[in-house]
């Protein structure tokens, strides 16, 4: 049984701008408004059955949240339908039917009959809802005067106590602290233990990766790719934010020295964009020398598709010394035997003087690159353990 199901959907909102783009077009046909067709999601096609995690990732501004307003019911479609199976419970929005003149308590029935919650089950679940949401001694006070972790609490606490069948969750998580985002994810193990269907927007790729069983790519708003997550993500980390031109690669130096064309190598010595987990990784390094440069320092290191800085060294540390470069020239960087688990990363380089004093050429989180694990073991590193009796 599908728990969504949408067909043809989409949105459209009207732009408007100035119809005269010239001085001259405006003195003779006076200016006037021209109303612009802006679709925001448009022609969205897919199932989503009872008791799958689905995560919808992409750039800002590609239609991610328009589709959740959508499944919610709370944005009317333009064309196309959308279908629900089951009671839904929704965070969209930070306070989305929350009163700011009202208490915490007051909103938080205010809240369960926006979303159909008789109000009799509201007042057998309210401990429990104030308790998970922390909000004890600030239950009675005007939610205006609230932080916005305080209104994530409350609003999340709200949604997932009524016991929905359907959860649909906006990025509005990010703004919690982070033993409140830890209780979040638990409750949402337990609701997928519990055969629940979540559909979440997150811009947190590695916990798309580890909590869904599926992920949506979503670019001007065109469901461009569907499926497993590791593979979406990192269809979307090499289109919208690596390999140079990306979302986050940064770039900087005097470019004295400079990078040549970077290549990800595996055991066949074949260019590669998937590595295996206690695998061989070669990174090839090529680069161009502009004048003669004593002891360069060449260095890496190694984020989480969430950002998340896991290692880094260089030929300095490593006790690795060049006596000097000139030209052009190539360094090699053995990542093998891969400790790292399933998940995405990025890579970056950098050289620079003995001395730490001039930055020759660094690119910033300009790799991305997947690895995956054959093994069913967990975590984000690989170690060396054994098991003895």
């Known amino acids: 049984m599908n728990a969504i199901e949408a067909s043809n959907l989409g949105k459209c909102y009207t732009r408007k701008g100035l119809g005269a783009p010239t001085l001259f077009g405006a003195l003779a046909g006076g200016f006037r408004q021209k109303n612009e067709p802006f679709w925001c999601l448009r022609g969205a096609n897919f199932e989503i059955p009872a008791g799958r995690t689905i995560g919808v990732i992409g750039p800002n501004g590609s239609g991610k949240s328009s589709l959740l307003g959508l499944t919610a019911g709370?944005?009317?479609?333009?064309?196309?339908?959308?279908?629900?199976?089951?009671?839904?419970?929704?965070?969209l929005e930070l306070g989305a039917g929350f009163h700011p003149d009202l208490s915490g308590r007051e909103n938080v029935f205010l809240n369960a009959a926006l979303l159909g919650?008789?109000?009799?089950?509201v007042r057998k679940k309210f401990d429990r809802i104030v308790d998970f949401a922390e909000l004890r001694e600030f239950i009675d006070m005007p939610v205006k005067h609230y932080s916005s972790g305080m209104y994530v609490r409350l609003g999340f606490s709200v949604a997932v106590e009524v016991d929905p069948d359907i959860l649909l969750i906006d990025?509005?998580?990010?703004?919690?602290?982070?033993?409140?985002?830890?209780?979040?994810?638990d409750r949402i193990r337990d609701f997928?233990?519990?055969?629940?269907?979540?559909?979440?927007?997150?811009?947190?790729l590695q916990t798309v990766e580890e909590f869904c069983h599926e992920a949506f790519l979503i670019h001007h708003g065109q469901l461009v790719e569907r499926g497993d997550p590791g593979d979406v993500i990192l269809k979307f980390i090499r289109s919208y934010m690596g390999e140079g031109g990306g979302l986050f690669t940064q770039e900087f130096g005097t470019r004295a020295v400079e990078f040549g064309a970077v290549r990800l190598l595996d055991a066949a010595g074949q260019d590669a964009i998937t590595f295996e987990t206690g695998g061989p990784m070669t990174v090839e390094i090529p680069y161009v020398a502009h004048r003669r440069v004593e002891k360069p320092v060449f260095g890496f290191s190694l984020k989480t598709g969430n950002g998340m800085y896991l290692f880094g060294s260089n030929t300095q540390i490593q006790r690795h010394d060049i006596p000097f470069i000139e030209g052009e020239g190539t360094v090699k960087l053995d990542l093998g035997p891969v400790r790292l688990m399933r998940g995405n990363f990025f890579l970056s380089l950098a050289i620079h003087s003995w001395d730490h004093a001039e930055q020759f050429h660094r690119r910033e989180d300009w790799w991305p690159f997947a690895v995956r694990n054959p093994t069913g073991a967990l975590g984000m590193l690989q170690l060396d353990s054994r098991w003895s009796h």
């Open 192 to 204: 997928q233990k519990r055969g629940k269907t979540l559909l979440f927007v997150s811009h947190a």
């Open 171 to 185: 990025e509005v998580l990010a703004v919690g602290d982070i033993s409140f985002q830890l209780k979040c994810l």
């Open 117 to 121: 919650i008789p109000r009799e089950d």
């Open 74 to 91: 709370t944005i009317a479609p333009t064309e196309g339908c959308v279908r629900t199976h089951g009671r839904i419970s929704s965070l």
